[in-house]
């Protein structure tokens, strides 16, 4: 158990509809990063905040937005689903935002559009 | 975008053999790290290897890296059926943000 917390773990939906997907850090870890799995495209980083912060983007879509609230627990959503949006979303937290930071995964969110 | 390359993709061993997986990177990293993941699950960090260091060993895990080829290897010894799973490398890209970019990952079957 790495300690962070992923809810839901399953989550099917439409296309076009709307989805919260929500992560609890480590107790003490204040950098919390969303990465999207999918066959395709692999593990591909989408956003990274610290202590509250925008720290770092990556191939995120505008269609998806994330924040990370004072008691440092992030939400990431998604809207206008399509089915290209199906796979497997990750949480990882760290203690510092920097480098040379391991990162504990969560045990993810399973999205399904159909 | 891929940054790291594992190679194979794919690596079936008995029980007891090594297992050696193969990272290679584009860019200049400040650091490189392996991750295993068992089938669907999150990922579990196993080791981190500067920039500056050569070889790193964890129990039964030794990695190298070769920055001059931008390249770096996971062998895990004395193999056990618990080792089944995806490996996957993972760097930053020699800026200054924590996030990880991740290669495509080697499935290791370990067969009893």
């Known amino acids: 158990d790495s300690g962070v917390t992923q809810t839901p773990k399953h989550l099917i939906t439409a296309t076009g509809q709307r989805v919260t997907l929500r992560c609890s850090p480590r107790?003490?870890?204040?950098?919390v990063y969303w990465y999207q799995q999918s066959l395709d495209q692999g593990l591909q980083f989408l956003i990274q905040y610290y202590n509250g912060e925008e720290r770092a983007k990556g191939n995120i879509l505008e269609r998806f937005s994330a924040q990370q609230f004072p008691d440092l627990h992030s939400e990431l959503n998604l809207s206008s689903l399509e089915l290209g949006d199906s796979a497997l979303y990750f949480c990882?937290?760290?203690?510092?935002?920097?480098?040379?930071?391991?990162?504990?995964f969560g045990p993810g969110t399973r999205l399904t559009v159909l | 975008s891929q940054q790291g390359e594992e190679d194979p993709q794919a690596l079936s061993i008995q029980e007891g053999e090594n297992a050696t997986m193969n990272c290679s990177y584009k860019t200049s990293i400040n650091n490189l790290q392996w991750y295993r993941q068992n089938s669907g699950r999150g990922l579990v960090h196993l080791i981190l290897?500067?920039?500056?260091?050569r070889e790193k060993h964890s129990g039964r895990l030794r990695v190298t890296l070769d920055t001059s080829k931008k390249s770096s290897s996971l062998l895990i010894t004395a193999s056990r059926a618990a080792d089944t799973a995806s490996y996957f490398c993972?760097?930053?890209?020699?800026?200054?943000?924590?996030?990880?970019?991740f290669g495509k990952g080697t499935k290791l079957s370990v067969k009893p």
């Open positions: 290897i500067r920039s500056n260091e």
């Open positions: 107790s003490g870890d204040l950098s």
């Open positions: 993972a760097t930053d890209n020699g800026g200054s943000q924590g996030n990880l970019i």
């Open positions: 990882a937290s760290s203690l510092r935002g920097g480098l040379s930071n391991e990162q504990f």
